[in-house]
């Protein structure tokens, strides 16, 4: 079963200079995704930023996944 | 196909919403989430039940290049996933989208 920490460890190893939290039950997933690469880039884009650095994993073991994509700049404007 | 049939899908509604299951009765709690999100707005909208079709449900990821379900389409064009629907939704933006349809 795959564990919140390993998707953890599979995005920011995929996306340079980021930050993940995941939580999850081993089947959905939820994460909150901060990286510096996102700015400039749209929803989907970020997403699909991501979906890449899982790869085959979101076709087999990670059954839904549910996220959120900001850079540390809209970090800074939401606090 | 299943590429030719899916294009042909988003072109001819202005609305689409490719889900799991039916818009009475989802299949999954990411594709009711994204009704639920429609209805919110007012949407009148088409769906397509991607569990009925297997070339359909793979061929949906291929298409935008997006792994999940459910993706909605707004004048032929991909808008997101549930999160990007809610996100969206949240902030006002789907509303617009939606409603540029009735506008125009």
Known sequence: MVTPEQIQHWIEQGLTDSAAKVSGDGQHFEAVIVCADFSGKTRIQRHQMVYAALGDRMKSEIHALSMKTVTTEEIQMQS | ?104
């Open chain 2, 1 to 104: 196909m299943a590429q030719e049939i899916i294009k042909k899908t988003v072109e001819d509604n202005e609305i689409v919403l490719f889900m799991k299951g039916s818009q009475d009765f989802p299949q999954c709690g990411f594709s009711g989430r994204a009704v639920q999100i429609l209805s919110a707005c007012g949407a009148d909208f088409a769906s397509v039940d991607v569990l009925a079709d297997e070339q359909i449900r793979d061929g949906i990821k291929q298409f935008s290049n997006w792994p999940t379900v459910p993706q909605l389409y707004v004048k032929g064009e991909f808008i997101g996933g549930s999160d990007i629907m809610m996100e969206m939704y949240q902030s006002g933006e789907l509303q617009q989208i939606l409603g540029d349809k009735e506008h125009a």
